[in-house]
């Protein structure tokens, strides 16, 4: 059975507390994620859901209140017994194929599939390497052009409290011997420093690419 499977061979492998370490899978029509854990203990799924709308900042979000594995797949409920209904998917995807309306904000939206972490990362950007925002919800991609060796950096952070977010992709970018410096269509510059352990940190961000109550500054860890 899938269920087995999933639970078994993927999950239960790696608790080692009374719940696993969540298992996070990407958003791959948005921007988002859902978290994944079992209890080593009873069995149950435990399920968290956040995706935002980046032009309006809005939210869906959910947190499972009880589920139920099937054989083909989850099934929870919110607070107010609200259903959602999670089916298993290729190469261990999840697909949400139901999700409370009441829960999303206005063009919200949190029905498709998501993707293992890895797998989301290497759709996302193929030759991109991927960092991941070490203060907060987010991450930065750097690529190198193989023709020029021009650097591209892309940066999108969250705050998950309100929605909004912090959004660039660079027009232009120039190394330097203490990092990367990018510019913004009017001319702004972001700063990203060489940190170590092969991290990046944001060392200046123009405040008018974000939303309120969040910051795009700080260290990024190259993802693993």
């Known amino acids: 059975m899938r269920a087995s499977l999933l639970v078994g061979a993927v999950l239960l492998s790696t608790c080692l507390a009374p719940w696993c370490s969540a298992q996070v899978y990407q958003y791959t029509e948005g921007e988002g994620q859902l978290e ?76 498709g599939v998501y993707a293992p972490q890895a797998e989301a ?34 940066i999108f952070t969250v705050n998950p409290n309100n929605g909004h977010t912090c959004e660039f992709e660079s027009q232009g970018c120039n190394l330097t011997d203490n990092g990367i410096t990018c510019y913004t269509e009017d001319g702004s510059p972001v700063q990203i420093d060489y940190g170590p352990n092969n991290s990046l940190k944001v060392t200046a961000f123009p405040s008018e690419l974000c939303g309120a109550g ?4 700080g260290m990024y860890k190259k993802a693993q």
């Open 36 to 111: 994944l854990e079992i209890s080593e203990e009873s069995g149950d799924p435990l399920i968290q859901i956040f995706t935002v709308n980046p032009n309006n900042g809005h939210t869906c979000e959910f947190e499972s209140q009880g589920c139920n594995l099937t054989d083909t797949g989850i099934t929870c409920y919110s607070e107010d017994d609200a259903p959602l209904q999670i089916e298993y998917g290729p190469n261990d995807s999840l697909k949400v194929t139901e999700f409370p309306s009441e829960l999303c904000g206005m063009n919200g939206n949190a029905l």
């Open 121 to 154: 990362d290497a759709a996302l950007a193929s030759n991109a390497t991927i960092y991941t925002y070490t203060e907060g919800e987010g991450r930065l991609e750097l690529e190198v052009s193989e023709e020029t060796g021009d650097p591209f950096i892309q």
């Open 214 to 217: 969040v910051s795009a500054q």
